[in-house]
């Protein structure tokens, strides 16, 4: 016979299970976005500019270096560091070496704000450079705004149309606005998708209604919600299946990508599948690794160039990250915050001597008659407000080989069909 | 229909597993073992470790499970044995930590890729009914059936009888000479493997990460919870209920619905019956 207190107990344990459920539910869709300000203002002479001194310019980042995004926030980590020990081997800024604080958040949305406010308020950092994490990233922007730092680079937010924030890169939405437009090339009409129950997913949702209503006979016949970090993604790729699509587009974390490619091979749904630089992980096997040979043939796309490319501008970067000692050196997203920064630093060098926040802004605006051309990134052209500060929206398209495990362009840089 | 089922009795069988080791680490030492997707991970890894020196998959798997027992032992005298003691929610927070611990550790130990256990099976399909089954589906139904049925045996063996007389009444248990350590150890152990079970045939099919367990957690609790914490054939049939009703929602209504589902089916046992469906049904007559 169960005893009253065994009855307590498992009522007790019934009730937490519930608010575990509600918690864990209540998480998965949370976005932070409670800052407040504490900054100085958007304009500061150039003898009171937080993180200059005169030998040093002190940049902040925040990456994922551990937790479920470690592969890629080591990477991000590494292409700041290798950019950095290049710039000052060869001089530094105007005779002022870069200084780079790297902050891990652990892929928590929490920690990236905690880390971004870390860097404004107590490292005075000059800017923020390259910080990955785009919920958390946008839940800083009120704490941005009102600090003026500038933000260069982050990893992938939508833009707010700040002023003192530069997004350089094809957002998700660019890229997958640019795949369907390759489908649309390539006279594939049935649209099929699966998103991620968040900003993931939403970012497919906006690139499907924006550019598929460009493309006369084109819909969409499944779009599919997986919830985050599930491994079960059988109900959705059988849907996808159940539609009879012509093509895939996939917006979801690197594992759900060789889940959904891995189910897809398992089911004989043979059709063209694409995921953007994030998702698909292109240049690397986050994604393609766990699929096998159901990722041949697999399309992904990139913001910046292979780390494989054989242009000047990559080679360069290569020769620096094989003395990088450090992990993944030689991904991609080792290429993408190297780029990055020399950027920035192009950016610095162009102001002079005056490295005040709004002489930076000024400088950056102006971009869009005299862009930054790195070669491996698209021209970067930022302009002014409203919509000038999406310095770039060109993204390139890259197919698998399973055989061969290599990455190969199949469509350079190209921006969204307007 | 016929595929969707396959696959939410496939899904629904990680969650039943995942539900039956909490059931038992629950009769023994009258915790929710917050930790059980992670211990079971241990094994899983330990498995993938075999399996990358080339030792063949069933041998792997044995030696995971073996590793994954060893290791609730270890964890039930080190840890949860000293807390004893304290109350009921020392021990709760407890298994929490175990988890955080343990995810930071695989992590640590593994790395951050997903990883493939690849089983002989692994890939390959066949037809049935004019539907393209997975094998790996059907031998992770099946070994959850197996499964069920030894652990629902085991609960009539001496041993079995032992840790329900425990589950039931510690104090008069231990009056009548049974040694609580030894259940308990003997709990946390079988716990542990069949945990183990549960995230290789979840990761043999999916991917081996240290984030693997994270999705099952929350359906594994429920089904636990439809079983009243007491029932190893509830927990088995409530978890198989929640994975059918899973892929039967994402087929039928939407994708984006699958998720709920596990909070609908906890809403509606703590409105109708906060101890378990199955408690008064099957876990009177089994105590």
């Known amino acids: 016979m169960m005893t009253f207190n065994g009855h307590r107990r498992r009522r007790a344990a019934a009730a937490v299970t519930a608010l575990a459920v509600g918690s864990l539910l209540a998480a998965c869709g949370s976005t932070t976005s409670n800052a407040s300000g504490s900054g100085s203002g958007s304009s500061s002479s150039s003898s009171s500019v937080p993180g200059i001194t005169s030998n040093t310019i002190t940049i902040g980042a925040t990456e994922p270096i551990t937790g479920k995004a470690a592969t890629a926030g080591q990477g991000l980590e590494a292409g700041i560091k290798i950019a950095t020990q290049y710039i000052n081997a060869h001089g530094g800024v105007n005779g002022k070496k870069i200084n780079a604080i790297i902050l891990d958040d652990g892929f928590i949305q929490s920690r990236e704000i905690a880390n971004i406010r870390q860097l404004v308020s107590q490292d005075h950092v000059y800017a923020i450079v390259d910080p990955a994490g785009s919920q958390g990233i946008a839940g800083t922007w009120d704490f941005m705004k009102q600090a003026g730092t500038p933000m260069w680079g982050p990893i992938s937010p939508s833009d707010p149309k700040l002023p003192n924030v530069y997004l350089l890169v094809a957002s998700r939405t660019a890229q997958q606005e640019v795949a369907i437009d390759y489908f649309a090339k390539q006279g594939l009409t049935r649209i099929a998708a699966i998103g991620e129950d968040d900003d993931l997913g939403l970012s497919l949702k906006d690139a499907l209604a924006q550019q598929v209503p460009k493309h006369p006979g084109m819909k969409v016949v499944a779009n599919e919600t997986l919830p985050v970090s599930t491994s079960d993604v059988s109900a959705a790729v059988l849907a996808v299946k159940n539609a009879n699509p012509q093509a895939l587009i996939i917006s979801t974390n690197n594992t759900s990508v060789g889940l959904i490619l891995k189910e897809m091979g398992n089911l004989g749904l043979h059709i063209p599948a694409y995921a953007d630089q994030g998702a698909a992980n292109t240049g690397g096997v986050g994604a393609v690794g766990p699929a096998g040979s159901a990722a041949n043939g697999f399309l992904g796309g990139l913001q910046v160039d292979l780390p494989t490319s054989n242009t000047q501008a990559v080679q360069t970067w290569r020769a620096q990250a094989q003395q990088y000692s450090g992990p993944q050196g030689l991904s991609a997203f080792s290429l993408q915050t190297y780029m990055q920064e020399m950027a920035f630093v192009e950016v610095l060098k162009r102001m002079g001597s005056d490295y005040s926040w709004s002489n930076f802004q000024k400088t950056a605006n102006g971009l869009a008659s005299n862009p930054i051309t790195l070669g491996a990134l698209p021209p970067i052209a930022c302009g002014p407000l409203p919509d000038g500060h999406t310095c770039g929206n060109q993204s390139e398209i890259a197919k698998f080989d399973a055989t061969t495990q290599t990455w190969s362009v199949i469509q350079g840089f190209t921006a969204p069909q307007s | ?287």
């Open chain 2, 1 to 287: 229909m016929l595929q969707y089922i396959i696959n939410g009795l496939q899904s629904g069988s990680w969650y039943s597993l995942l539900a039956v080791s909490i059931v038992i680490v629950m009769k023994a030492s009258d915790v929710p073992n917050f930790a059980v997707a992670n211990m079971g991970l241990v094994g899983a890894f330990l498995a993938y470790s075999f399996v990358s020196a080339h030792l063949p998959f069933g041998v792997a798997v044995v030696l995971g499970l073996l590793g994954a027992a060893l290791f609730g032992v270890i964890i039930d005298r080190a840890v949860i044995q000293r807390l004893g003691d304290k109350g009921h929610f020392p021990l709760l927070l407890m298994t929490i930590g175990i988890s955080l611990s343990l995810a930071a550790a695989l992590e640590l130990i593994w790395g951050t890729n997903s990883l493939s256990l690849n089983a002989p099976w692994s890939n390959k399909t066949v037809h049935l009914a004019g539907q393209i089954i997975n094998w790996d589906g059907i031998v992770t139904i099946a070994t959850g059936l197996v499964i069920a049925i030894a652990i629902t045996w085991f609960f009539h063996t001496t041993a079995g009888v032992r840790m329900r007389a425990v589950a039931e009444n510690r104090s008069a248990a231990r009056l009548v000479g049974v040694r609580i350590s030894r259940v308990s150890g003997l709990a946390w152990g079988i716990g542990t493997a069949v945990a183990a079970l549960a995230m290789i045939l979840q990761t043999e099919s999916s991917v081996l990460s240290y984030t693997a367990g994270d999705a099952l957690l929350v359906p594994a609790f429920v089904a636990a919870t439809a079983a009243g914490f007491t029932s190893p054939v509830g927990a088995y049939v409530a978890g198989l209920v929640i994975g059918v009703l899973e892929n039967l929602t994402g087929g039928y209504i939407s994708t984006a619905l699958q998720s709920v589902v596990a909070l609908v089916v906890v809403v509606l046992i703590l409105l109708l019956r906060p101890s378990g469906f199955t408690r008064t049904a099957l876990a009177r007559r089994e105590v």
